[in-house]
Every structure is written in structure tokens, then in C-alpha cells.
């Protein structure tokens, strides 16, 4: 009888050791998706907006009541046990950050995202889920040439975009020199093929701050048709392509 308890006792103690290996394991995974969404944090007129997609991320301060870009950067993103790695890829203001990667602690409590970046703590308030149809990262690939898709091949220097479930940004940079071009953000929506931004910032003219301006939309694949009207009023169609998760 002892014989069969003290095996029974060792199987469980190695089902438990086995248990506790593949806990920490699968806590160790990075899962970016966590934090997926758009987070706002507002002091006066000034606001800051966070985008988290997938491994990708953005971070912009503007005050929309000035019309003003007061900073924006963005990267890749690891997150893992609310510890997140930011390799910062552009930076508005500071060059030096570019190619650096920043450790910081941020975790998700009722709704809100807290943050902890090198002592200096903030909280943070959900703005979207980052769920659906055009969310993602998104780079500009291409136009719509003679009725055909006509794809450009990735280059140094890209303008890309990035959507959560009802905010956007897009950003043109040289990866390779660092220069950064300039952004322009806000809100979206996106309903029977008509997707129309709202802007809180735009470094290309400012004055257009708080317009809203309608494009016909729609995605094949990994491809977004985007056309209509730039905001200079000249035609355009383009094309975005999605950028794979990291």
C-alpha cells in the first residue's frame, strides 16, 4: 500500500512540476495583442495618444486647440508579463532615441492602461478595443495605374499607417537616415465603403486641424483601395498594403 501511495505522490508532484514549467512558459510568450487599441491622456488642452497594433506602435502629444505637433515616435513593441520593450524606429524631436529600445511597465486595469516609463507613472484611458475591419498597420505600396494595381517594392523610406478601431495615424520616414517628413492623425470611421478621417494633428498644414475629409474604401486580401479627394483636392488613388504582425 505505501509502495502505491508513493508512487501515486511522485506522479503528482511531477504533474505539478510539469504544470508549473508550462505556466511560466506560456507567461514568458510576448503576446503584443494585449494591449491592442488606442489609449488617450489629456493634461489641459494637451493630449497624447498611444496605438498599439500587433507589434507595432505609435505615440503622439498635440494640442488640438493650438493645432499644434508638440512630439510623435514610434516603433516595434514586445510585450510580455506587463513589461513592454519599445525599439523606437522614428522620433520627431529626438533623434537620439532613434534605433534604442525603451523598457517600460504598462498593465491593463479595468479599462484603463497603467504605465510606469522610468519612474514616471501615468494612467491612461481605453479610447478602442483595437477591433475591426480596417485595423492594422498599414504601408503605402502602390496606385491604381490605367485600371491596374501597380505595387512599389519596400523602400527606406516609406510612409506607413496605423489604425486601431476608430483612430489613425500615418507617418512618413526614412528608416535608414532617420529623417522624419511628417504625420498627420485623428479619428476615423469606416461604413459601406466610406472611410472618413477626422484630424486632431497634420504637420503638411495645419489649418486643416479639425476637418473631415471622405475617401472610398475597401479591402481585397491584404490590399486597401483608398481614393477620392487629397486634401489639396487632387485625385489619388492608392494603395496600402498590410504590414505582418509581429
Not at 506560456?26 to 503584443?32: G, K, L, Q, V
Not at 529623417?179 to 479619428?187: A, C, D, L, N, Y
Not at 466610406?194 to 473631415?212: A, M, Q
Amino acid at each position: 500500500m505505501e509502495k502505491y501511495f508513493k508512487s501515486g505522490y511522485s506522479i503528482v508532484v511531477i504533474i505539478l512540476f510539469l504544470a508549473g514549467i508550462m505556466s511560466f512558459a506560456y507567461r514568458s510568450i510576448p503576446d503584443n495583442s494585449v494591449i491592442n487599441g488606442a489609449w488617450k491622456m489629456k493634461h489641459g488642452s494637451v493630449e497624447q495618444v498611444l496605438i498599439f497594433n500587433n507589434g507595432y506602435f505609435m505615440h503622439t502629444t498635440f494640442d488640438k486647440s493650438q493645432k499644434l505637433l508638440i512630439q510623435t515616435r514610434g516603433g516595434a513593441y514586445k510585450y510580455s508579463d506587463d513589461q513592454l520593450h519599445a525599439k523606437i524606429e522614428f522620433n520627431s524631436k529626438n533623434k537620439e532615441e532613434i534605433g534604442q529600445t525603451i523598457k517600460s511597465s504598462f498593465y491593463i486595469i479595468d479599462n484603463r492602461l497603467a504605465s510606469d516609463v522610468n519612474g514616471k507613472k501615468s494612467n491612461w484611458t481605453m479610447v478602442d478595443n483595437g477591433k475591426g475591419p480596417m485595423v492594422g498597420t498599414w504601408r503605402s505600396a502602390g496606385r491604381m495605374q490605367d485600371g491596374k494595381v501597380v505595387l512599389s517594392p519596400p523602400r527606406a523610406r516609406k510612409t506607413f499607417k496605423i489604425l486601431s478601431g476608430s483612430r489613425f495615424q500615418w507617418a512618413a520616414i526614412n528608416a535608414e537616415t532617420t529623417e522624419f517628413f511628417g504625420t498627420g492623425g485623428g479619428s476615423y470611421t469606416y461604413e459601406n465603403g466610406k472611410y472618413t478621417e477626422t484630424l486632431d494633428f497634420f504637420t503638411k498644414d495645419s489649418t486643416k486641424v479639425g476637418n473631415s475629409i471622405t475617401f472610398d474604401g475597401k479591402v481585397e486580401g491584404d490590399l486597401w483601395h483608398h481614393s477620392g479627394l487629397s486634401s489639396q483636392g487632387a485625385k489619388m488613388y492608392e494603395i496600402w498594403k498590410m504590414e505582418p504582425k509581429l
